[in-house]
């Protein structure tokens, strides 16, 4: 299945877990991407490591959704995040 980026952001120091939520035996996100796939009608929010390999994801209903959810768990405010 093929996906779209449609933003992604690289964590900094300063987007610290805001512990809101509880990811248990995953490590800290090194970037998030959000992207939309062939033919689904949400977004996924997408927890990569490092080398951009995604761990874990998150589906929302629209990219609104997906951007309050990266600043629920890591202070991520949406003018920081990069268009792709």
């Given at each position: ?38 033919g689904q ?44």
């Amino acid at each position: 299945m093929k996906a779209v980026v449609l933003s992604r952001i690289v964590l900094t120091p300063a987007h610290k877990p805001t512990g809101k939520t509880l990811h248990v035996g995953m490590p800290q996100p090194s970037e998030l991407r959000i992207v939309r796939y062939d033919g689904q009608q949400g977004v996924s929010l997408l927890y990569c490591d490092e080398s951009g390999q995604e761990f874990t994801d998150t589906w929302h209903q629209a990219l609104e959704d997906a951007f309050n959810q990266a600043d629920f768990e890591f202070t991520v405010k949406r003018h920081e995040w990069s268009d792709e």
